[in-house]
């Protein structure tokens, strides 16, 4: 426990950290035993690069989420991004253990005032979950957008840690997460 937030005596709020891959800005309560995240954000602390065809989790955009409460979370990603090499899918996506149900939307920008959405609902499986995908027409680090947004029915069990993933279809089409791109769990 970090700290108590309010005292007057007859309050139980109490700050709590939440653990996290990358940089976290700390900032949780426990009120009668419930751990509840406000405002925590997990960033990228330097730029990250990849070229891998298959799922892998962006540096510093993972938060592990309470163990055995049971707690429904929404969340909410701002990412910028460039593309090395045109005409290459690029997907996002999302790894988690097990929820009870989760949804999530997404869209990504591919081109000047060029855009994709997609979005899932449901009870997904404990294997990466593509959210948004789009073939970047911009390249040579044109700076694009990405938001995520979602909301997850976390059942209580062991330590559920909750990843935002990066694929490319091509492995010469090296995608870069800028730093201080985030994600925000409320």
Not at 77 to 91: N, R, W
Not at 138 to 167: C, K, R, W
Request: net charge negative; aromatic share 10%; charged share 5%.
């Amino acid at each position: 426990m970090a700290g108590v937030i309010s005292d007057s005596g007859t309050s139980n709020w109490v700050a709590h950290d939440i653990f996290n891959t990358g940089a976290l800005n700390t900032n949780t309560e426990e009120h009668n035993g419930q751990v509840f995240p406000l405002g925590n954000v997990a960033y990228v602390a330097t730029n990250f690069t990849t070229s891998s065809t298959s799922f892998v989790p962006i540096t510093g955009l993972a938060i592990q989420l309470p163990a055995n409460v049971a707690v429904n979370l929404s969340f909410e990603c701002h990412l910028i991004y460039s593309q090395a090499t045109s005409l290459a899918l690029d997907t996002f996506g999302i790894s988690f253990v097990l929820p009870a149900n989760a949804m999530f939307t997404g869209l990504m920008q591919t081109a000047a005032g060029s855009f994709v959405g997609n979005s899932a609902n449901g009870s997904f499986a404990s294997t990466p979950t593509p959210i948004v995908d789009g073939t970047p027409l911009a390249t040579s680090g044109t700076i694009l957008n990405l938001d995520i947004h979602g909301f997850i029915e976390n059942p209580s069990q062991a330590t559920n840690n909750v990843a935002l993933l990066v694929e490319t279809s091509t492995g010469g089409g090296t995608i870069t997460i800028y730093r201080d791109s985030y994600c925000r769990i409320f």
